[in-house]
Each structure stands twice: as structure tokens, then as C-alpha cells.
């Protein structure tokens, strides 16, 4: 009797059976990477990434609208009070202190000047001319009705040798009004001219909410 034993002989394959399990395994391994490589794709569309030349920008936003004032109204500059005893002072302290020091105005030098006095008839015609500006919505030395400033200032009865006048317009308040001022030339030689010792001053709001502002200087005989 011949032993066979416990062993199990190996099956013999073909050469032909080699070459078909080859390429059955170069064909999946060749699916295998095509899924690969489209799931690779699909995470660099989903994360954003821009290509090789980047993005476009993305649709800028509208600004959100400025924040409406406590009544939901537009918020304008305050209207200015009557010219009282107080805003008088206030004035005469804002245009005595510019002339209480050496100043430049433009190409002019000029030293301390004599303190300014509040004349009522000069500052009639200066709250008369803001309000005309006021009216026309425009800055101007002329009136609606031609008159200079000489003759506003002759029409109050004030006799003078010689005036000036400053306006402004759309400044909050006179500290504002006058620091405009005193950084134009023209408008600060005015206002340092030691030869004019008398002034008024007023402000009136248009109808946008702009404040005009005119301030008259002169020396009576």
C-alpha cells in the first residue's frame, strides 16, 4: 500500500490563465484610482478652493443706511439763539482772543489788536444778512436785492470810516464759524485789522438745516 500522506498538491495553472489574472488586476486597480481620484475632485469643489488662477470676488454689500437720530429724522446742526447778552460775550471773547496774540494772514503780519465791543446796529445788519443767505440758500456779500455791505450797515444809522465784512456758512457754532475764519487770509486780516474796533455777529439756518453766519467790523467816526 502507498502512504499518500497528509499533503495537498498545489493546482498547476496555465500560462494563459496567468495573462487573464494580470490583466483582471491591472483593470480594477485602474478603477480603484479613477474612484480616487473623483472623489478628490469632489472635495476641492465642496471646500472652496480656488484654481490656478483664483476665484472672483465675491458681490461686495450694500452699506446698511446711517443710523436715524433718536426721533428717526434726519439730525441737523442746531438752530442759533437770539443774539443775547450771552452769545454776545461769547463773541466778543472768540474774536478778542484771536486778536489778543501775533498772527499771520497769509503774507501779513500782524501784532496784537485792541479788543473788539459788540455794536448793536452792526450786528442788526449782520443777523439781517445771514437770514437774507439764509433765504437764498447761497453765501454772498450782495443781497437778494443788490445791497453791498456798505449799505446794510449805512441803513442801521451806523456812521463809519471804514467796515468789513465775514460770512460763512454751514459751520455748527461761532467757535466753529470763527476758526474757519481765521484760516482764510482775507477773512482773518479782517478780523486782526487794528483799525476796526467795533463788531456784530449772527447766524441763521436754511432750509436744509445750513448755517449762515455773517460778521460785520468797523470804526465808527
Known amino acids: 500500500m502507498v ?3 497528509s499533503s495537498v498538491q498545489e493546482p498547476i495553472t496555465s500560462d494563459q490563465e496567468v495573462a487573464a489574472m494580470d490583466r483582471f488586476s491591472r483593470l480594477v486597480l485602474l478603477v480603484i484610482m479613477a474612484a480616487v481620484s473623483a472623489c478628490a475632485a469632489m472635495e476641492t469643489a465642496e471646500s472652496g478652493s480656488a ?10 454689500q450694500a452699506a446698511a443706511d446711517p443710523t436715524p437720530g433718536p426721533t428717526g429724522e434726519p439730525q ?9 447778552g450771552g452769545e454776545e460775550d461769547l463773541w466778543e471773547s472768540l474774536l478778542n482772543g484771536v486778536r489778543a496774540q501775533a498772527r499771520v494772514c497769509g503774507a501779513e503780519r500782524f501784532s496784537a489788536a485792541p479788543p473788539l465791543r459788540w455794536e ?4 442788526a445788519a449782520a443777523r439781517e444778512h445771514s437770514r437774507d443767505m439764509a433765504a437764498a440758500g447761497r453765501l454772498s456779500h450782495s ?5 453791498t455791505p456798505w449799505d446794510r450797515i449805512a441803513a442801521t444809522g451806523y456812521e463809519f470810516s471804514n467796515v468789513a465784512e465775514n460770512v460763512a456758512g454751514g459751520q455748527p457754532d461761532p467757535q466753529a464759524a470763527v476758526a ?10 479782517n478780523i486782526m485789522n487794528p483799525d476796526l474796533r467795533d ?3 449772527g447766524g441763521e439756518p436754511g432750509a436744509t438745516g445750513t448755517i449762515y453766519w455773517t ?5 465808527s467816526f
Do not use: M
Open 3 to 5: 502512504d499518500v500522506g
Open 51 to 60: 484654481g490656478p488662477t483664483g476665484d472672483a470676488p465675491s458681490t461686495p
Open 76 to 84: 441737523h446742526p442746531p438752530s442759533p439763539p437770539e443774539t443775547s
Open 120 to 123: 448793536p446796529r452792526l450786528g
Open 143 to 147: 443781497s437778494r436785492d443788490g445791497r
Open 180 to 189: 474757519s475764519w481765521v484760516q482764510s487770509p482775507g477773512h482773518c486780516a
Open 199 to 201: 463788531f456784530g455777529a
Open 215 to 219: 460778521l460785520k467790523l468797523g470804526a
